[in-house]
């Protein structure tokens, strides 16, 4: 096991198509996070996984994003309809958890998401 | 609301000084705070959190509950500490397990 992976690493989409991206979390990991990061900003929440189950979804900027663990493995990440202002990097991040305690993120490298 | 303020956006400091990185949060909870850095051209990693009280890299970090601040400090600069640097809070039920507040970064220069 490498880390968090994420593909594709650059995506380049014309306004108003659809994309999806994914992350492969560390395989003993039981929560996965999606996080957005535009220039110059931290990290921002957008949602998250324990397993299959999506315990938080309410931060996703808008009904066009989703995203789905449907395994309780990997994860996609869809931008439906996309806009110029959705271009950012998309971060994935994988941790262990134990009742109330973080132990900390594993972030993979994140997709780059240009919209023209 | 959570809120992380990293008043720095960039600090320089020469090499064999020390350095101190502010972090200030707003939570009405109990917090479970971190700091993560981010070396040129690779990921985002996990540098400390505040409740193991480790020394990582010789970087410590206090909480300070009444300055509601968490800094990141160290005694002696060196040239390989330059990178971006973000403090983040965690909150709500789960404690940090729910997704953290980051800060906007701080850009750490270490001059020779």
């Known amino acids: 096991d490498t880390g968090v992976s994420q593909n594709p690493r650059h995506k380049i989409t014309k306004r108003g198509q659809n994309v999806t991206f994914r992350c492969d979390p560390i395989?003993?990991?039981?929560?996965l996070y999606w996080y957005r990061q535009t220039l110059g900003q931290g990290p921002e929440f957008l949602t998250y996984?324990?397993?299959?189950?999506?315990?938080?979804k309410s931060r996703l900027l808008s009904d066009r994003f989703s995203a789905e663990r449907p395994k309780g493995s990997f994860s996609t990440l869809e931008i439906q309809r996309t806009e110029q202002g959705d271009s950012a990097m998309y971060l994935c991040?994988?941790?262990?958890?134990?009742?109330?305690?973080?132990?900390?993120?594993?972030f993979g490298s994140g997709t780059r998401l240009t919209v023209v | 609301a959570q809120r992380v303020t990293q008043p720095e956006k960039l600090l320089s400091v020469f090499k064999g000084a020390p350095v101190e990185l502010k972090c200030n949060y707003s939570?009405?909870?109990?917090?479970?705070l971190f700091w993560y850095v981010q070396y040129s051209r690779q990921r985002l990693q996990l540098l400390l959190r505040?409740?193991s009280r480790e020394s990582i890299k010789g970087f410590t970090a206090d909480l300070n509950k009444g300055e509601t601040s968490f800094h990141l400090k160290k005694p002696f600069a060196q040239e390989e500490d330059s990178a971006m640097y973000y403090c983040?809070?965690?909150?709500?039920?789960?404690?940090?397990?729910?997704?953290?507040?980051f800060g906007k970064g701080t850009h750490l220069i270490i001059q020779p």
């Open positions: 991040a994988s941790s262990l958890t134990g009742g109330f305690t973080n132990y900390g993120y594993t």
């Open positions: 939570y009405s909870g109990s917090p479970e």
């Open positions: 395989s003993e990991h039981n929560r």
């Open positions: 505040h409740i």
């Open positions: 983040a809070l965690g909150g709500g039920s789960g404690g940090g397990a729910d997704g953290l507040t």
């Open positions: 996984f324990q397993n299959e189950a999506q315990l938080e």
